[in-house]
Each structure stands twice: as C-alpha cells, then as structure tokens.
C-alpha cells in the first residue's frame, strides 16, 4: 500500500526566514499531493495541493514543488511569520481512489 | 453548523469498556473518513466511505473497530474492549467527490479518547 515519509519531524527557523518540509511517496500511482496545517486543538486544513501533472504551484508565501521521478514532493514557506507555527502534513492519494494517507507531521515553530 | 461535528470532544473510559464517537459531516458531502491521531504522531487512516459504495476498512488495527454510516450521512465509530493503547485523537473529515475536484478534506476537531 502507498506509505509517505515526511522530514523533519521539528523545524525551528527565524521569523522572515524559510521553511522547507520534504515528503517521499512510495506507489508511483500517487497524483494527488496535498498539504495540510493542523493548529493546536485544531483539525487539519488544506493549505496547498498539486497534482501529479504539475511541477510545482505557488500561493503567496508558500509553494509546493513534486519531482515524480525521485516520488518526492516538498513544500516552502517563505518570509515566515510567528502565526505559521504549527503542525504541518503531507499526503498522497493514490489514482483511482479518495483514499488520503499522511505523512507523520513536521512541528514547525517561528521564532519571532 | 456549516462544519464537520465530532462528538464527544472529549471521552474518558475504563479499559474494556465499549466507547462509541460520532461524526456529523458536512451536508451534501458524500465521503466521509476516519483517521487516528496518537500524541505527536501523524493522522493513521481507519476507514473510508464513499456513497452507496463498501467502505475501505484496510485502516482498522483490530477487529475491535468498526464503524458505520447510517443514511449515507452520520458515521459512528465504535471500539469494544478498549485497550490503553487506543487512547488517541480519533479525527472525522468529510469531502465532497464530484467530477474532477479535488476532493479536499475538511476535518473535525476530533475526539480525545483516553483509556485508563
């Protein structure tokens, strides 16, 4: 079954700085990569998605980027800011299926 | 309300007593999912319903799990002889699957489940 990888499992950057999250998919099927913010107390919310026909989608601050080839996918946030702290995930779908499997989460904390 | 609801929010249970945790997704949303989530770990996939379809149960850890969908809307799911190792935030997301939308998932807040 399709299994994601997701580096690092804590991040702490400057504010202003970037964050980079990497994710790995195992079933070359997978076209669908969305990414998820998850606050305290909170349920995850879709930030970013892209499919596997695009190389990489940007939406402001933050862009994601998906190298088929190496099954890797990536998302950066730039000119972070405090309230971009939270518990990040990626994910993959695999074709012909609604079926969502996370990766386990990166902690992402922006010091002001 | 417009969002996904989960109840109970919160659930503290003896070990092997049964708990049941239900999920009130949004209107007109015809795939409903529930993930796990265990202190500081990722979202663990428990099953999956789309319409009239048989649910996807490749996600349940055990035959202690199950869960149903009554009506196409409502899910409850039920664990029998709770273990403490089930203590976890049991996570509610719904989506609407229509043509080539994306099918984003909109989540609950969950259901803290501990098992003492």
């Known amino acids: 079954g399709e299994n994601v990888e997701q580096h690092p499992s804590t991040l702490s950057v400057q504010e202003g700085d970037s964050a980079v999250i990497k994710c790995t998919y195992s079933?070359?099927?997978?076209?669908?990569f969305p990414w998820y913010k998850q606050e305290l107390g909170k349920g995850p919310q879709l930030i970013i998605d892209i499919r596997s026909n695009v190389g990489e989608k940007k939406d402001q601050r933050i862009a994601v980027t998906l190298n088929k080839t190496a099954k890797h996918f990536s998302l950066h946030i730039t000119e972070t800011q405090p309230e971009d702290s939270a518990v990040y995930f990626c994910?993959?779908?695999?074709?012909?299926?609604?079926?969502?499997?996370f990766g386990s989460g990166t902690r992402l904390l922006v010091r002001p | 309300g417009a969002g996904v609801s989960q109840s109970p929010s919160n659930k503290v249970t003896e070990k092997g007593k049964d708990v049941e945790l239900r999920c009130d997704p949004i209107s007109g949303h015809t795939a409903l999912y529930w993930y796990r989530q265990s202190l500081g770990q990722g979202l663990e996939f428990l099953i999956y319903?789309?319409?009239?379809?048989?649910?996807?149960k490749s996600g349940l850890p055990s035959d202690r799990f199950s869960a149903e969908r009554t009506g196409g809307s409502v899910s409850t799911l039920t664990i029998q002889r709770t273990q403490q190792e089930d203590s976890a935030v049991y996570l509610c997301?719904?989506?609407?699957?229509?043509?080539?939308?994306?099918?984003?998932?909109?989540f609950g807040e969950g259901s803290r489940l501990t098992v003492l």
């Open positions: 994910a993959a779908r695999y074709q012909g299926s609604y079926k969502l499997i």
């Open positions: 079933d070359s099927a997978s076209n669908y």
């Open positions: 997301a719904s989506s609407l699957i229509a043509g080539q939308n994306t099918g984003e998932l909109f």
């Open positions: 319903f789309q319409g009239n379809s048989a649910p996807d």
